[in-house]
């Protein structure tokens, strides 16, 4: 019931004819109505402050300071609107309520010596005056840790022979790893700190200064961003392993900037690898070349691409003249421009825009050679629907509308909180319902799920949200049918929070190559955790050509084997 309905309905109300039952029914409508007046309100305010700002700008001025007045809920406006609304949109986590009920085990300090690798040994001995009848006891062992940073400087003398019968000079290669004006110790030092530790290039060329190398900012910008051919190769061979390791990846996406311009960067991952993927757009055909790493869009028209463009609102006669293009065929991209431009020339952009997206969609399932996803869990991203046959929303992210509801009245207050106590037990019953699945708790569980969301209540923002949960119920209830598919994207979110962080330090790489190098670095940062692997580790052998890191996608194919992570897709 909208303001000017519940308005309707209390425009009558005489309170003088009214018995105490009808009084008490009409209290909660009349708290709805005051709330609904005082979120309008703070709404309306809001945006008069915005214009406000935006006129100040437009002088020349500044607008008002975006100053948060408190922490607590109580003191920043519903919704979340405005200058304190945005400072208190930390407090939207729902980790305690999802944590609630967890055994916690007790903490307790872990013994280090039996990890730590001890490389050199060094007897103390006993300097001053002893004793007479001092005896020698042995050795107490202490181990410290301790890092050397020191200056390297080579000079290598390149045997050099010449051979007059040949008339070709023979020169003694350097040592694996060492090309250029810089060896793999700075190599493998600059990439660990700027990817897998967020330092900046001005700060990474301090530090090598300090050191005592000397190196221009030029030259860092390079050792962190080019020649990185290697490295590209194995990432795209860790996303073809990833992707053919479970038939779902979690995916999200964060803003980022190239050379000033806005980007979108896409974080797609299971539990054994991480990609990250920026490009220009956040549309449906930038998710799908995501999906396909970056490979050159194709088109083809069959019964998946119409079955997508039924909803569309093509009209008749275009979708006439499609049906008419040779159909189980697929295209290269300028070949099925050119077929439209010539068959469908009147198309609009949306229309044009929906055709295209149906038949690359339908070239990415037709395609043998590449492994397509058939789950993404992710939010409710209208750029994610249809990319793949099922989509797993995260209830985290559906319990933040929950979360970022701020009633402004004790009675709605107490109502939202024994909703959302309801909430997470149910969530709860879903993580224990993964451990042992069964088809009669299955049943169970998503009769449970009705009755819960088709709670009534008189607070309308209350109101929105369960209705919102209930129209989600098949993708929200998806792990009913794959147990093994996780109830949240949390693992997504917290890769495009190590983008965030390097964007806050960084800002944005300047380049399509930085760009590039962002991507691979970050992911293979990532996959290499995910694995167990110390990054450190794995570039040094990468650099040095030393072998003793196998091929990451090895690794994770061999892990996927044992982790069966689509064990529900194998057995129907």
Known sequence: MDLNARLAALRHLDPDQL??????????????????????????????????DEIARLKG????????????????????????GSAGSAGHSSEDERREGEPKQPWQKRTKLDRIVVTREQACVWEGPLPADARFKGYEAVVIQDLLLQVDHVRFLRAKHYSPSTGKTYLAPLPPGYDGQFGPG????????????????????????????????????ALVTARLEAFHTEQAAVLEAGLRSSPWQHLDLTPTRLDGENYACHVLGNPLYAHYH?????????????????????????????????????????????RGFPQEQTWEA????????????????????????????????????WPAVHCLVADDA?????????????????????????????????????????????????????????????????????????TETAYSELHTCIRRTQANKTKLLRVLRHPELPLHNNPAELLARRRVRKRDVSFGP?????????????????????????????????????????????????????LQLGASWVAA
């Not at 660990?192 to 860092?220: E, K, M, N, W």
């Open 186 to 221: 700075i190599r493998t030092l600059a990439l660990a700190l700027v990817y897998g530790c967020h330092l900046s290039q001005p700060l990474l060329h301090a530090f090598l200064t300090d050191a005592g190398t000397l190196i221009s900012r030029g030259q860092v910008a």
């Open 19 to 52: 018995s105490d039952a009808e009084l008490r029914a009409a209290f909660p409508l009349l708290l709805a109505f005051a709330e609904e007046c005082v979120t309008a309100i703070h709404a309306l305010r809001a945006e008069v402050q915005q214009l406000k």
């Open 61 to 84: 001025e500044q607008g008002k300071p975006n100053v948060p007045r408190g922490r607590h809920p109580r003191n920043r406006p519903p919704g979340g609107t405005g200058a304190a």
């Open 278 to 322: 920026t490009v220009p757009r956040q549309d449906r055909g930038s998710a799908l070349d995501v999906l396909r790493g970056g490979a050159p869009r194709r088109y083809r028209l069959d019964a998946t691409a119409f079955a997508h463009l039924a909803g569309v609102g093509l009209p008749a006669r275009g979708m006439q003249v499609l």
């Open 510 to 562: 300047r380049s399509p190559t930085g760009l590039r190098a962002w991507d691979t670095l970050q992911g293979l940062v990532e996959t290499t955790r995910k694995l167990g692997l110390r990054f450190w580790t794995y570039l040094q052998d990468r650099i040095t050509h030393a072998g003793q890191v196998p091929p990451l996608a090895e690794i994770i194919t061999a892990r996927a084997a044992t």
């Open 382 to 454: 209208a750029q994610l629907r249809g990319l793949t046959p099922e989509l797993a929303l995260c209830w985290i992210h559906d319990g933040r509308h929950y979360k970022k509801l701020l009633p402004q009245f004790v009675f709605h207050r107490k109502e939202l909180e024994r909703f959302r106590k309801r909430y997470w037990v149910f969530y709860r019953e879903l993580r224990t319902y993964q451990q042992a699945p069964s088809a009669t708790e299955a049943v169970r569980l998503e009769a449970a799920f009705d009755v819960l969301f088709a």
């Open 334 to 369: 300028s070949a099925f421009h050119r077929l439209l431009d010539r068959r469908l020339p009147l198309l609009g952009p949306d229309q044009r825009k929906h055709v295209e997206e149906a038949a690359a969609i339908a070239a990415y399932w037709a395609d043998p050679t």
